[in-house]
């Protein structure tokens, strides 16, 4: 059973830096897309950042420039490091990763997986 963890949420005053970690378990085969959506209260969730299995990163237009992700293959992990962090970047984040699993050795097409949400709090 896939299963995705993060941590690395907090409080934060604006200005300050944090980094988020994702990281996936289970039977995993192929791990595709990676990212991070956030949803601040009363507000949809919206994509912040995604990376793909060959390393090309999108960001959105709200974090471009302060927002890095990143990932490591060989950890199945996905990082956002978040710095000069503002208010209206508080929200629950949400990491996502595209897997393709084997199960009773038959092959499943890639699904998405998601994690259980971390807070990031930015006030002063």
């Known amino acids: 059973q896939v299963q995705l963890v993060e941590s690395g949420g907090g409080l934060a005053q604006p200005g300050e830096s944090l980094k988020l970690s994702c990281v996936v378990s289970g039977g995993t085969v192929s791990i595709y897309d990676m990212g991070w959506y956030r949803q601040a209260p009363g507000k949809q969730r919206d994509l912040v950042a995604m990376i793909t299995s060959g390393d090309q990163a999108n960001l959105a237009n709200s974090v471009k420039g302060r927002f890095t992700i990143s990932r490591d293959n060989a950890k199945k992990t996905v990082y956002l490091e978040m710095n000069n962090l503002k208010p209206e970047d508080t929200a629950v984040y949400y990491c996502?990763?595209?897997?393709?699993?084997?199960?009773?050795?038959?092959?499943?097409?890639?699904?998405?997986?998601w994690g259980q949400g971390t807070q990031v709090t930015v006030a002063s």
């Open positions: 996502y990763a595209e897997v393709a699993t084997v199960v009773g050795g038959i092959a499943n097409p890639y699904q998405k997986y």
